[in-house]
Nanobody, 127 residues
Framework: QVQLVESGGGLVQAGGSLRLSCVAS????????MGWFRQAPGKEREFVAV????????SHADAVKGRFTISRDNAKNTVYLQMNSLKPEDTAVYYC????????????????????WGQGTQVTVSS
């Protein structure tokens, strides 16, 4: 099994920045792609970004492209989400997720394509 624990959320003013972290533990040798999703109140969970196991391939949702950047440090079993130029509409619970097997489709943007999930961290952007 794999456990994912997010941190780094909080309250920030519009235009500000936050960096989310997600540490994987347990059977980390079975962690392949890692991604971030978010869910705002009253809305469905949506894809934010994903990164390949070697960190070379990345994909970001159009809503965050140019503002958010996903990265990972495999030595630390950690994936990051650097969020700049935050907007009130970025307010949501952010979830870290991991794919536990090798898959051919890229990028995986649907939550059912992920095998492991963290508990989420709240990000609130004030106007």
């Amino acid at each position: 099994q794999v456990q994912l624990v997010e941190s780094g959320g909080g309250l920030v003013q519009a235009g500000g920045s936050l960096r989310l972290s997600c540490v994987a533990s347990g059977r980390t040798d079975s962690v392949y792609r890692m991604g971030w999703f978010r869910q705002a109140p009253g809305k469905e969970r949506e894809f934010v970004a994903v990164i390949s196991r070697d960190g070379v391939a990345r994909s970001h949702a159009d809503a965050v492209k140019g503002r958010f950047t996903i990265s990972r440090d495999n030595a630390k079993n950690t994936v990051y989400l650097q969020m700049n130029s935050l907007k009130p509409e970025d307010t949501a619970v952010y979830y870290c997720a991991a794919v536990g097997t090798t898959r051919s489709n890229w990028p995986p943007r649907v939550d059912r394509e992920y095998d492991y999930w963290g508990q989420g961290t709240q990000v609130t952007v004030s106007s």
